[in-house]
């Protein structure tokens, strides 16, 4: 079994640090680190005012970053080894994966920080395209390096002030409708637990996973189909719940009870308003059997989440059904699809003497339906974004 690594974190500021000196020809002011994330649980819940369960990866995103004299921002990744460089870095002005560093850097002036032009060089290890949160390492990596050279203070308050700003750079600049997960567990994750997110009031609360205490880790499996979120699935699931929410006269799918829900009149919309309201119940379940470590209890909820998502919200896809469906059959404690849906990854819950048959038995299920092999990866519990 071969596990994608995330990296020694100082070796990677370092090379990250020696591409930005050859860019630009002098050192960077900062280097931040930011996680990328697999969610345990709570799928499309985050935009219906709902929870979720993620967990921040040991896999990240890391900005070497220096303010310029002036107002332009270049920027430049390891990834695609391409640079983009413009003073116009609101929504419209620029394209790809740099929105997502521009809209950073928007995002926060709109919201009244002095943010001078900039000079960014990137690398990550979280898999792009994996559904494992790439556009929000990278966000939150920029971030946390523009709060350092504007001199900024850390601490709770600022953290969610770049999760805010975070969030705009996504929906407004680089035009991902997404819901506010991705950026609030890797800026404000702690290492050992998973983070229970509220969108009702944006609280958070760390979970701890006492998974290896109990001889399990938690495996990702990413299919390799690409998965984007600017694509039209993801927004018109969206348009799906607030439809819902419309014939409801609720404020949003947390406030609808499952009676009213079964009694939608079109079909679609009320398994798309199920999917929502049994998941946000599944994810009370999965933290109660955390903290009871009743796991076989946390694997239920995992495998209904995923049989509500193939079914209900119907995101899933005949890899992702795959990768889970063998995972259980090897014995995983739990399985499900993870993220946005249309591809990318699968979590499992897997005692850790299983790791090699359920990494081989999702390779073999794989190769019986000619479908590209996947790659692997362990989550481990780790730190919020941080500077190196
Ligand atoms: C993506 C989005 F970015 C999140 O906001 C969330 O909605 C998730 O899909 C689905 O739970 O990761």
């Not at 073999?364 to 339906?369: E, G, K, T, V």
Request: with cysteine.
């Amino acid at each position: 079994m071969t596990l994608l690594s995330p990296g020694e974190a100082s070796e990677l500021a370092d090379s990250t640090a020696a591409a930005f000196r050859t860019a630009y020809g002098a050192d960077p002011a900062v280097i931040a680190r930011a996680p990328g994330r697999v969610n345990l649980i709570g799928e499309h819940t985050d935009y219906n005012a709902g929870t979720c369960l993620p967990v921040a990866l040991p896999h990240a995103t890391y900005a070497a970053l220096s303010a310029r004299t002036d107002s332009l921002v270049r920027v430049r990744s390891a990834q695609t080894d391409d640079e983009w460089q413009g003073a116009g870095i609101g929504p419209g002005e620029v394209t790809g994966w740099a929105s997502y560093v521009a809209g950073v850097a928007w995002a926060l002036r709109q919201a009244g920080v002095d943010v001078p032009g900039l000079d960014v060089c990137v690398d990550s290890t979280v898999p792009l395209g994996a559904g494992l949160s790439s556009s929000a390492a990278l966000e939150c990596s920029v971030a946390v390096a523009i709060a350092d050279v504007v001199g900024l203070t850390d601490g709770e308050t600022l953290r969610h002030q770049l999760v805010a700003a975070c969030m705009r750079a996504e929906t407004e600049v680089a035009g991902a409708p997404t819901g506010g997960m991705d950026q609030t567990v890797s800026l404000l994750a702690e290492s050992g637990s998973a983070l229970l997110i509220d969108f009702l009031d944006h609280s958070t609360r760390a979970v701890p996973l006492a998974l290896d205490d109990a001889g399990l880790a938690v495996l990702v499996v990413d299919t390799r189909v690409s998965h984007a979120l600017v694509d039209g699935g993801y927004a018109s699931r969206r348009a799906d719940c607030e439809t819902a929410c419309r014939e409801l006269g609720v404020p949003s799918l947390r406030e609808a009870t499952i009676d009213s829900v079964e009694a939608l009149g079109d079909a679609r919309i009320r398994r798309r308003a199920r999917h929502v309201v049994t998941e946000i119940d599944r994810v009370a379940r999965a933290v109660d059997a955390l903290e009871h470590r009743d796991w076989a209890a946390l694997g239920e909820q995992l495998v209904a989440s995923h049989a509500s998502m193939r079914d209900d919200f119907e995101i899933s896809c005949p890899e992702l059904d795959t990768a889970v469906d063998a995972a259980l059959t090897a014995g995983a404690v739990g399985a499900r699809m993870t993220g946005g849906g249309f591809g990318g990854s699968a979590v499992a819950v897997v005692y850790l003497d299983a790791l090699d048959s359920v990494t081989a038995a999702v390779d073999a299920a794989f190769d019986a339906r000619d479908f590209r092999r996947p790659a692997f990866l362990r989550a481990t519990p780790s730190a919020a974004a941080g500077l190196c």
